[in-house]
């Protein structure tokens, strides 16, 4: 354990005075000046909502028809994985199950950090059974924007809502743990060229996440040993699903998982 | 908290509260007035945390995104100014531990590069790099060693911790009293102070020929004055550099 800076040591005065010294004391720069003026530009386009549960990526969703059909699908997906969890209980005998259950006795690998989350995973849970049930609705309707409109409103607001959760954290040496014990989280559902802005996946001030294609899947806000990244979980393939963790900013694939599906 | 209210370039005289409650509620000029009243010393903040001034540009974008899109969130339990602080400095963090993990720190030579072409190009109101109003005046001898040192110092501390960087940045470069800097670092007071400490500290180990052996205070050796922006750590400090 290093030792206690002395704080009567002399040169620590002096210390600070050379950084007051070092003070950048210049204006903002024109150029820098002019890109945030175009930015804040582009947000005042923007859907007016700065509630602070703003999802203002969800106003390109809602003109697309197909993304829609693709989300509804997605959440059904997600319904039918919280269906299982809670359906089965204490049941073990599947893989998927297994797979999660592991990861809810691990409390130990997964942390206290995660506790934060813990007062939310109610919410998540019944928030899941709604989108579940509205994305069943919404299938058996089969697919005019009459019918899947009651889905858009209802689920701008549930993904509003998820977004005012902190991010998921996740470390490099329980992530496959971690991630199969997220996976009853419903996150925001996105398509495959679809562009979102990470930091409406979490309003929590401190996560802070560029814009990228994360591809189709169910997008979650999380720091891997404390940075920003979204975990993106992909729509299931036959037995399996494929867990990505992406870069902020550029979409790149951090780590990767395999579930049993 | 003064606010800049009255400035001449805004024509608006609306304090910051007043404005985000504006913008919350929908008007959609109050952010810009906002945040160009503030930018400035946002701008000091991310340039000295980030060290690269293409990285700061981009987490003071960022925070200034995040600050749009969340200003319902702001409860007023601290003054707005702080609240700004927060968000562009957990920007930047943000950004130090996504840049942590593609590459390597900037260069500490990109921060005087860039200061060089602030100054040459100088528009209105930009001012040489060395502090002060007494700078146009001072020699040039004397300028070329105090440019020196201050590169020295910025290349010492873009080799931080970044917490450790960031608290240094907003105590004892802006000013900031502690307790402030606690809301906008999200942590105690006292982790503050440590930070600050183990900060200088360390600074006091790598640059040990500018600010000599412990011993009884004395100027550094080559005599020049440094800021007087230093603030005590007690919470209610008032701020060092002016804005």
């Known amino acids: 354990m290093a030792s206690r800076p002395d704080p009567s040591d002399p ?9 007051a010294d070092a003070r950048h004391d210049q204006p903002l720069p024109d150029d820098v000046a002019a890109r945030l003026d175009a930015v804040l530009e582009r947000l005042g386009e923007e859907e007016p909502d700065r509630s602070g549960g703003t999802v203002t990526h969800l106003a390109a969703r809602r003109r697309a028809a197909r993304g829609l059909l693709l989300a509804a699908a997605a959440v059904v997906v997600v319904g039918v994985g919280v269906g299982q969890l809670v359906g089965t209980g204490s049941d073990s005998g599947g893989d998927a199950t297994s797979a999660a259950a592991e990861a809810y006795d691990d409390s130990a690998a997964a942390g206290s950090a995660e506790s934060a989350d813990e007062g ?3 919410d998540d849970l019944e928030s899941a059974r709604e989108q579940s049930s509205a994305g069943e609705s919404s299938l058996d309707a089969s697919g ?8 858009t409103a209802q689920s701008e607001e549930q993904v509003a809502r998820l977004a005012q959760r902190p991010p998921v954290r996740l470390t490099s040496d329980g992530f496959s743990r971690q991630v199969a014990r997220l996976r009853v989280r419903p996150g925001l559902v996105s398509t495959d060229d679809q562009v979102v802005n990470g930091s409406d996946l979490s309003t929590s001030e401190s996560f802070t996440c560029p814009p990228a294609v994360w591809g189709a899947g169910s997008l979650l806000a999380a720091r891997y040993d404390g940075s920003p990244t979204v975990l993106a979980y992909r729509p299931p393939s036959g037995d399996t699903q494929v867990v990505d963790l992406l870069q902020c900013g550029s979409g790149e694939v951090v780590r990767s998982v395999v579930l049993p599906g | 908290m003064p606010a800049e209210a009255g400035d001449p370039d805004e024509g608006d005289e609306r304090d910051d509260a007043a404005l985000l409650a504006a913008h919350v509620a929908g008007d959609s000029d109050a952010f810009g007035v906002l945040f160009r009243r503030h930018r400035d010393r946002l701008w000091a903040v991310a340039l000295r945390t980030m060290g690269a001034p293409e990285s700061a540009a981009d987490g003071l974008q960022d925070g200034m995104v995040a600050a749009y899109r969340r200003a319902g969130s702001f409860r007023g339990d601290a003054a707005v100014t702080t609240w700004l602080h927060r968000v562009v400095v957990n920007a930047c963090l943000d950004r130090l531990r996504a840049q ?26 930009v001012e040489p790099l060395a502090s002060g109003s007494a700078a146009d005046a001072r020699d040039p001898a004397d300028e070329a060693v105090s440019a020196e040192r201050r590169r020295r110092v910025l290349a010492a501390l873009a080799e931080l911790p970044a917490q450790q960087r960031a608290a240094l940045v907003l105590v004892d470069m802006e000013g900031y009293p502690v307790a402030e800097v606690a809301e906008m670092l999200d942590c105690k007071v006292g982790t503050v102070k440590s930070r600050c400490a183990r900060g200088r500290a360390r600074l006091a180990s790598r640059l040990a020929d500018l600010v000599g052996p412990p011993g009884p205070d004395r100027e550094p050796d080559d005599g020049n004055h440094v800021g007087s922006g230093a603030v005590p750590e007690g919470g209610g400090g008032t701020r060092g550099p002016p804005a």
């Open chain 1, 120 to 122: 939310a995973a109610q």
């Open chain 1, 144 to 151: 005019t924007d009459d019918q899947v409109a009651p889905l």
């Open chain 2, 100 to 125: 942590k993990v593609r590459r390597a720190d900037p260069l500490p030579e990109q921060l005087e590069e860039y200061d060089a072409r602030a100054r040459g190009t100088g528009g209105a109101g």
């Open chain 1, 11 to 19: 040169r620590d005065d002096r210390v600070r005075r050379m950084l």
